[in-house]
């Protein structure tokens, strides 16, 4: 590159990377500012008389002797037994995830590799299902989940989480089958492999990053839930989102919004962790599902 070139190049590149760090910093700051104010106590991080109580403390130091305090994370997970709601979502969350890539990798598969035309079709029948609203689906199960004793149980809010997220799954994984060729199979196949075997042991680990991928997409919908979870599920068998949105109160019932801001810092940090760690395979998972070789 020539030195004109280079001189060219800069002021983008220190543009760029300006509007990088603003957008970190505003994307951000919501969760390092709920982290900072679940160590403090309702009277400094809701002050309305001055919002700098929230940085200094001022009451937290009044009330606890110092600047910062764990009573938020104390009443959610021990008074509130928040980590019984924890504990649920991982149930939860984890089988949504099994049951929806098993069935997402088989079908997504069998799709890509059909000739016929009511693959399509199938897609496309998948795909109104997956834009019908949420609540459509949980309504139309409510009356047989009353009717046979399942409501309530953790089981079906797998089955509901399973069927809003199928359809994702089908369409994301056929795409990425659709970028392998199929000369793969076929010379597994002539090795002496069934098809099962050529799609367990040669075609699964080609496309391992397209299957963490849209493992961590269903993980997101099953963990951020509110609608299923809040609507199917019993008081003890809630888990984490709509069990925050219970340590809010109500109109009838005061709550207590530090354990929520405590909470929410404690359901955050998690995703935060997962999507560190799997970022590699996510890119490369996202980089082979949008490019068709």
């Known amino acids: 590159m020539s030195s004109v070139a280079k001189r060219r190049s800069t002021p983008l590149i ?6 990088v760090a603003a957008w970190l910093i505003v994307a951000a700051f919501p969760f390092l500012w709920t982290l900072w104010g679940s ?7 809701f002050s309305r008389a001055d919002w700098m109580n929230a940085l200094w403390g001022t009451r937290t130091v009044i009330e606890t002797g110092s600047a910062f305090t764990g009573n938020g994370y104390y009443g959610a997970f ?4 928040f ?21 997402g990798t088989l079908g997504g598969y069998a799709l890509a590799r059909s000739g016929y035309r ?21 309504s139309g199960y409510l009356l047989p989940f009353f009717e046979w004793n399942l409501w309530g149980h953790k089981t079906t809010a797998i089955i509901v989480l399973v069927a809003i997220n199928q359809p994702f799954t089908l369409w994301m994984l056929h795409s990425f089958f659709l970028n392998i060729p199929k000369d793969l199979d076929e010379s597994a196949m002539v090795d002496g492999c069934t098809r099962f075997q050529a799609f367990r042991h040669v075609i699964i680990p080609v496309m391992w990053p ?42 009838f019932e005061e709550g207590n919004v530090m ?6 810092v404690s359901a955050t940090a998690p995703l935060l962790l997962l999507i560190i760690f799997f970022q590699r395979q996510i890119v490369s998972g996202l980089t082979a599902g949008a490019v068709k070789g």
Do not use: C
């Not at 021990?78 to 037994?81: A, P, R, S, T």
């Not at 980590?83 to 069935?103: E, K």
């Not at 354990?259 to 929410?264: E, G, P, Q, Y």
């Open 259 to 264: 354990f929520a801001v405590a909470a929410v």
């Open 39 to 45: 160590f403090k106590v309702q009277g400094d991080f």
């Open 78 to 81: 021990v008074e509130e037994g």
């Open 210 to 251: 397209g299957v963490v991928t849209t493992g961590l997409f269903s993980f997101l919908l099953a963990y951020n839930d509110f609608a299923v979870t809040a609507m199917l599920l019993s008081q003890e068998n809630q888990t984490m989102v709509p069990q925050i949105a219970g340590f809010l109160g109500s109109t």
């Open 83 to 103: 980590w019984r709601a924890a504990l649920n979502t991982l149930v939860v969350v984890v089988f949504t995830v099994i049951v929806s890539l098993t069935f």
């Open 14 to 19: 220190v543009l760029s990377s300006a509007f």
């Open 118 to 138: 009511y693959a399509f079709w199938l897609l496309m029948l998948a795909l109104v299902f997956r834009a019908m609203p949420h609540i459509t689906l949980v």
